[in-house]
């Protein structure tokens, strides 16, 4: 007999028609799967009761693979095919990895196009991508999902960071597409954490994430208005996390040994790893002791016998505490905000259990953090309610929560400038569209550069992507109508759509950019953008003078080609071609002012030009012609 | 006859209600859809109608509509455990065959 769950009112399910959705925190250290069951989330644990699966892959000999706590275990036996960490990775080029020094994987730059210059990892069974690494984790947590909700998975709501830029969320789609699992939507970590504390059922209010993982440290500033979260900024430290306190603890245990032992051989792998242990258990007991006592023999029959007490263990991790709070200021500072304006702060992440932590944060914001959610879990959980309403077994659709585009999204014009079509922080889905036109007689084809920043000119921005549109049927310059259309999906993908309004001809480009965005490059385009604002702004008009220039001289050459000998006479020609070679000197230069003049000059004086070619072509039309046989 | 919860059951609905944070009870019944005639459906109660029946088991308010209590007086609701999965079972007296994987029955 099948177990069933309770429904909300009037919304039972069909038999064999159960919308079977999970939330998926798809972590650097721990990955973990969430469900609404009968109105409440839970974590979903596996056969032996843990709810937290190590995103470790360890690829094995005999072509399988091992996922979670037994590829942990195997982590220092087995360093090159065992991958840690691979969210780091998720997107990324070669070229974005700083210190590849410091790990311990080979490395293959990806010639494969298709994969956008993702890199690769070589293990025993072959490269690896990190596309292929993290569909690894989310096959083990769909499996446990489907064993524990007892049917397959409609579908999975999966978090990322909210820095994540288009190029990391869609290695993150491919993955679950890897695995297999089809994606509601991918989420901010920040937003799910917000909902899984029901903030989304206020109306409005500022809120802080304070997310300290095993090895990295994330803030972000959520705004909530009408139901949407918008991230007002996000800050952070890559290299920072709870396993820096153990670090800490474990060199402390090696001062007070060598205190005692003044020549102490150095610690072999076996016994680095049994300290770093011993250090994480003290530090997990000082949560809720007063004093831990780190007993254990190292491999040469030395005996470990210390206390550690939590006035101690606060003393020597408080720059740790106190390195969390730089990010979070700046965060704050980039969000424009005063401490008093923020209306909670909650805490994400193992490593915030610690008291003093708690105390930190609560001391910096004026205001007791939220940390009545296990802060492991909530950002799984939050994902979880998301994936439930989306999956349909919730009747409040106005529950939908919708993300914003980090950076803005636009075109390259003629001169090299930038023409926003998305603005940043839009609300998503959206789609806005834009006209554009040729820019010389007969052109028959386009080509369109997309790129993300705030930046006015293209050199200042990222480039996405590019593509054409051919086949344009020869017009003159300006009478083509081409309409381009930016949309992104739910998820931040992108895709751009070009189409000729009379021949309807189409041409279009899904987004998957090359290269990630770190959240600092996101940070500094945005930052050079405010600081550049003055330049940018002359710089545009330079570019848009000399445009406008550069298309004059073009059709007044052409237009003289044809007709000069005929219409003027040789002063006449030779005044309006030393103003042309004038105008294509001041052209050279960035005062936009005197090219205006020099264009609005030739203009003028090319004016009676123009007029007496138009009557020159009237009359050619006209010549032989019958009065009658003329459409009036 | 009657409806019942056993005591876990009773527990875990209680649990559910306090986290929703509303509802009076659980409302049991069924629908004539599925593969063998009938499906049972489990909700949470927000408003009873005014032809409800009301049962009281182990704290929790049960509702089942009068249409629906045919097919299914004498039920005891459980709440079981099956490897990884959880959630609720009905022990109906009344049922003469059942799908195979018990969703729908005929009585």
Known sequence: ?632 | MAISLTESAAQRVEKFLANRGKGIGLRLGVKTTGCSGMAYTLEFVDEMQPEDMAFESHGVKVIVDPKSLVYIDGTELDFAKEGLNEGFKFNNPNVKDECGCGESFTV
Request: charged share 25%; net charge negative; with cysteine.
């Open chain 1, 1 to 632: 007999m099948a177990l069933l769950q309770i429904s909300e009112p009037g919304m039972s399910a069909a038999p064999h028609k159960h919308n079977l959705a999970v939330g998926i925190d798809l972590g650097t250290t721990n990955s973990l799967v969430a469900t609404v069951r009968s109105g409440m989330s839970t974590v979903l644990q596996d056969e032996h009761g843990h709810a937290l699966l190590p995103s470790v892959v360890r690829y094995l000999e005999n072509n399988g693979v091992e996922v979670g706590h037994d590829a942990q275990a195997q982590q220092s036996t087995d360093p090159t095919n065992t991958i840690v960490s691979v969210k780091r990775f998720m997107g990324r080029g070669l070229k974005d990895i700083a210190n590849r020094a410091h790990i311990p994987y080979r490395f293959v730059e990806n010639t494969n196009k298709e994969s956008n210059g993702m890199l690769q990892i070589e293990t025993r069974v072959g490269n690896k991508s990190p596309v292929e690494i993290s569909a690894e984790i989310l096959k083990t947590l769909r499996t446990r999902a489907e064993k524990a909700l007892g049917g397959e998975l409609t579908g999975a709501v999966i978090t990322v960071p909210a820095y994540f830029d288009e190029a990391q969320r869609q290695a993150t789609k491919d993955a679950a597409r890897l695995a297999g699992i089809h994606v509601l939507r991918l989420l901010n970590e920040p937003t799910a954490a917000a909902v899984a504390y029901g903030l989304d059922n206020a109306s409005e209010g500022v809120y802080v994430i304070y997310d300290l993982g095993g090895g990295t440290f994330d803030i972000s500033v959520l705004r909530l208005s009408k139901g949407v979260f918008e991230v007002l900024a996000t800050n952070g430290d890559s290299a920072l996390g709870g396993d820096d306190f153990d670090h800490r603890i474990f060199c402390w245990i090696l001062d007070q040994i060598r205190l005692k032992v003044p020549n102490f051989s150095p610690l072999s792998e076996e016994d680095t790893r049994l300290l770093l242990t011993k250090s994480r258990q003290a530090k997990e007991w000082l949560t809720d002791n007063y004093e831990s006592q780190i007993t254990c023999k190292l491999s040469n029959g030395y005996f470990v016998d210390i206390t550690l007490n939590v006035s101690q263990f606060n003393e020597f991790t408080q720059n740790l505490v106190s390195k969390t709070l730089n990010p979070t200021r700046k965060a704050i500072r980039d969000a424009g905000l005063s401490l008093d304006e923020i209306n909670g702060v909650v805490l994400v992440g193992g490593a915030t259990r610690m008291p003093h932590i708690r105390h930190a944060v609560a001391d910096f914001f004026k205001q007791e953090p939220l940390t009545n959610l296990d802060p492991d879990k909530v950002v799984a959980l939050g994902a979880a309610i998301q994936a439930n309403v989306l999956a349909g077994n919730r009747s409040d659709k106005d529950l939908l929560l919708l993300d914003v585009t980090p950076l803005s999204l636009g075109l390259e014009t003629m001169g090299g400038l930038v023409e926003k079509i998305i603005p940043r922080n839009a609300t998503l889905p959206v789609a806005r569209a834009q006209e554009f036109t040729t820019f010389k007689d007969g052109q028959t084809a386009m080509s369109f550069h997309v790129l993300q920043g705030e930046r006015e000119l293209v050199s200042d921005c990222r480039s996405l992507a590019k593509f054409e549109l051919r086949g344009i049927p020869p017009m003159a310059a300006g009478a083509a109508r081409i309409r381009v259309t930016f949309q992104i999906d739910a998820d931040g993908l992108l895709s751009v759509s070009a189409k000729e309004q009379t021949s309807g001809l189409e041409s279009h480009v899904v987004v998957k950019p090359s290269y990630g965005l770190s959240d600092e490059e996101i940070g500094n385009m945005l930052k050079s953008s405010f600081l550049a604002a003055e330049n940018d702004k002359q710089a545009r008009a330079v570019r848009e003078a000399q445009v406008e220039a550069a298309r004059l001289l073009e059709s007044i050459t052409f237009a003289m080609d044809q007709d000069a000998d005929k219409i003027l006479s040789p002063d006449e020609k030779e005044a309006i071609y030393s103003q042309m070679e004038a105008l294509k000197e001041i052209m050279k230069s960035d005062d936009s002012q005197a090219i205006n003049r020099a264009t609005e000059k030739l203009n003028k004086s090319t004016e009676s030009f123009a007029a007496r070619r138009m009557d020159a072509s009237v009359t050619k039309a006209l010549a032989g012609q019958n009065l009658d046989s003329l459409e009036i």
